[in-house]
């Protein structure tokens, strides 16, 4: 088990884990976590674990592989097994900034302004082939995935806490 090995060489136990402040990081929901995606992609625990281990550190995850490998799905049963929302944006030449930020949308009704939010408001985004797209909207996301926010017109809103882009 990858994950295990790199705790017990920092001579740690497996199942918990002290941290700073007299906390204790409890390593069974992520071995069940993890058991839980082998049981849908077969052959790539440690691939598994190191997308956890990510999520863990609040980064963020480039997946290259062999097209038709289970990349989508492995994020997709990420999503699932940590009871988080799952979105996916094939980035094209023609997607503009507010296709993936989400864009003000004026209600006649009440006279107001309401936000629709876009794909990047999701706890698991995958961004498939981000090179194709516009400068403009690379920079969009690149602001949700640092600063944990997108620029509405004049309104900055927070994405959700686990953006795994």
């Known amino acids: 088990m990858f994950l295990a090995d790199r705790v017990a060489k920092l001579s740690l136990s497996v199942e918990r884990c002290p941290l700073f402040g007299g906390n204790v990081l409890d390593f069974s929901l992520c071995q069940r976590i993890v058991e839980n995606i082998a049981r849908v992609i077969v052959g790539k625990r440690q691939s598994i674990e190191l997308l956890l281990v990510t999520l863990l550190s609040d980064g963020h995850v480039l997946i290259e592989d062999i097209p038709g490998l289970g990349k989508t799905l492995l994020a997709k049963s990420l999503a699932r097994s940590m009871g ?37 408001m999701t706890h698991i985004l995958l961004a498939d082939e981000i090179n194709r797209t516009i400068p403009r909207t690379q920079s969009s996301l690149l602001e949700a995935m640092e600063e944990r926010q997108v620029t509405v017109p004049c309104v900055p809103a927070p994405v959700r806490e686990v953006l795994l882009a």
């Not at 094209?92 to 629709?116: E, K, M, R």
């Open 84 to 120: 988080g929302s799952f979105r996916r944006v094939q980035f094209t030449p023609d997607l503009l900034p507010a296709d993936i930020t989400g864009f003000n949308v004026y209600n006649q009704q009440t006279g107001q302004f309401t936000f629709q939010s876009g794909p990047v």
